[in-house]
């Protein structure tokens, strides 16, 4: 990039590394385009939340053109077909959702039925766009399982046995989908567009200021001095990455960058610093109080206050890292790996500069999930104004213009591409939840799975547990849990789990597949970072992150751990329980306990400690 184009992006706030500021032809126009696509979809999600009553009809397909440029457009193109089909999207999105929204009133009265040959047309671009979308964000995956659904529910009447259907006339099939809130304009669209988008936002401005400075400098001062203190740095700075990012991707980037060249350095194995840092940032989405987008849908599913759900995780997220810690505490003995000299240590005046960007945002969101009858939007809004003021500021209390700009550019536009991407995530989702509902498909799965696990619980929860991981293995978190919970749910229900305990069992399986082979992308991210072999950190990452699969497990054998807000005194003592077990199962899998009949031993009674008597 030359010289003159540096000074050219500068000048307007374009961050330097920015595909906005690659070439001077492009930037003047291709930028301020981009920019305001990306403030139009930051201001139109954040004004949603004082918005007040907007019809469904008009808020939700509105959410959807917002998504089109970035996933069609500004994304890069992978091939031709995606380079000249592109704007031939778009412009059928615009066109299908444009009519739902400007026709929204009359549709309503249509009572979920087509009535032209316009709405047909509609219903079937709409599905394909969206059907696009999904592959184009996410891959082949969640587009294929959408497309095998809905072939389904327009064929399924030819089925023989217990899985047809008595059929659905084409108009209230296709209408259900689209000129309802039964299909694409779900309730989960709505949680996209009103509750998890304010959230991104939030995230994206804490990511382009000092917050991340914050965060990093405490976990130093914290766990630096330790043994594997490096190791120790990554799995605190997780944790408060992920308390308002919630995020796993980013968080691995973000904090990955920092750590994992660190431990590097002192003398770690690569796959060690890589699968360290992968484990640690996984638990971002459970850790409250923001966690990952698929809560707020767990939180809609369930018909369950956010807060509720956010006390119950509490325990087990903070279970999740002490795991991960005692994991590599026991890495740290068989290495004998060192902590931080130091004089490597930030110092606490450092920290008194740079921790309150991180603690604003985060005690706002507290305070106001926590201790106020506001919702959880009304929540990231206040914090994101508070974080839009912060960035004009640095450590040093110094203001720039110029460089608050360029923080709102770049978080603008990192927020809008992230609305975009959920957006055709929980869009395409919704269409398989709308044909199960129309169907009965997923009272058919549950009870296949009834059958399979013979009425047992806990056989359920091994195949359901299993599905989760698997389902994970090529779709994020939020779908993969989305599609498990509808089918596996209702079985654990009626085996006798509580809704809270079987969907959070569901999440949690589902958010540890970033970290299972052979698609795991917080591996790929953290071995890229390292550079280390992907498969060999990822069998690492397995290691360190052994004790979070039986997590769930535990926390169903042990329920008092979810009833922090009920029960507190018997949920720290399963807390400390689990914890004691899984510490024993670490040792053994590690290697710490020398000889191989003392390493069983280990296991079998870290296990026992677990399960044998629940509290």
């Known amino acids: 990039m030359s010289e003159k184009t540096l000074m050219f992006a500068e000048e307007r706030g374009i961050p330097a590394d920015s595909p906005l500021a690659g070439s001077l032809a492009v930037v003047s126009l291709r930028a301020w385009i981009i920019l305001a696509l990306a403030l139009t979809s930051v201001g139109f999600h954040l004004y949603l939340v004082f918005s007040g009553l907007i019809p469904a009809l008009v808020t939700r397909p509105v959410h959807l053109i917002l998504a089109l440029p970035w996933i069609f457009l500004i994304a890069p193109a992978n091939n031709r077909f995606e380079r000249w089909s592109g704007p031939v999207f778009v412009a059928l999105g615009l066109f299908c959702a444009g009519y739902i929204v400007w026709n929204h009133a009359t549709l309503t009265r249509q009572y979920g039925s087509l009535s032209t040959p316009v709405q047909f047309f509609v219903a079937i671009g709409l599905i394909l766009v969206v059907l696009e979308m999904a592959r184009r964000a996410i891959k082949w995956v969640l587009p294929l399982v959408a497309l095998m659904v809905l072939l389904y529910g327009y064929f399924g009447e030819y089925i023989p046995g217990h899985f047809g259907h008595s059929g659905l006339p084409d108009a209230y099939f296709f209408g259900t989908l689209i000129i309802t809130e039964g299909g694409l304009w779900s309730s989960l669209t709505g949680i996209s567009a009103e509750t998890i988008a304010p959230f991104i936002i939030l995230g994206a401005l804490i990511s382009a200021g000092t917050a991340g400075t ?33 995020v796993a991707a980013a968080n691995t980037a973000s904090t990955g960058m920092v750590t994992i060249p660190a431990m590097i350095r002192l003398g770690y194995p690569r796959t060690l610093a890589g699968a360290t840092e992968a484990v640690a940032s996984t638990g971002g989405q459970i850790m409250p109080p923001l966690m990952g987008a698929g809560i707020f849908v767990m939180a809609e599913l369930l018909r369950i206050p956010y807060v ?181 749910g209702p079985a654990l229900v009626e085996l006798g789990l509580p809704e809270l305990y079987a969907h959070l069992f569901v999440f949690w399986y589902a958010l540890l597949c970033t970290i299972t082979p052979p698609v795991c992308g917080n591996v790929f991210i953290a071995a890229g970072i390292a550079r280390a072999p992907w498969f060999a950190t990822a069998l690492r990452s397995m290691s360190v992150g052994l004790g979070l699969f039986i997590v769930p497990m535990a926390f169903v054998a042990n329920p008092s751990l979810l009833q922090l807000a009920d029960a507190p005194a018997l949920a720290i003592l399963a807390l400390v329980k689990i914890l004691a077990g899984l510490t024993l199962i670490s040792a053994g899998v590690v290697g710490t306990v020398r000889g191989w009949p003392l390493r069983i031993a280990a296991l079998a009674a870290g296990f026992g400690v677990i399960f044998a008597f629940g509290v």
């Open 308 to 488: 509720e759900i956010m006390l119950a995780a509490t325990l087990p997220a903070l279970l999740f890292f002490a795991t991960t810690w005692v994991a590599i505490h026991q890495y740290a003995i068989k290495y004998d790996l060192k902590g931080l000299r130091r004089d490597e240590l930030p110092g606490w005046l450092f920290v008194s500069r740079t921790v309150p960007f991180f603690l604003v945002p985060f005690l706002i969101l507290v305070y106001v999930l926590a201790f106020t009858s506001y919702t959880a939007p009304y929540a990231a809004f206040y914090a994101a104004a508070a974080m839009f003021l912060a960035l004009a500021i640095d450590s040093t209390g110094a203001f720039r213009l110029r460089r608050w700009a360029a923080r709102i550019w770049s978080a603008s536009e990192d927020a809008a591409a992230q609305v975009a991407n959920i957006a055709a995530i929980i869009i395409c989702a919704s269409l398989i939840v709308g044909v199960f509902n129309m169907t009965g498909l997923g009272i058919k799965i549950t009870a296949l799975i009834l059958s399979a696990s013979g009425d047992s619980l806990w056989v359920a929860l091994i195949l359901t547990g299993v599905a989760a991981l698997v389902l994970g293995m090529e779709l994020p978190t939020t779908a993969a849990y989305l599609i498990c919970v509808s089918v596996a």
């Open 214 to 246: 914050g965060f990093m400098s405490l976990a130093t001062q914290i766990a630096g001095r330790l043994r594997a203190g490096a190791a120790k740095i990554a799995v605190v700075s997780s944790a408060l990455y992920g308390s308002i990012s919630g």
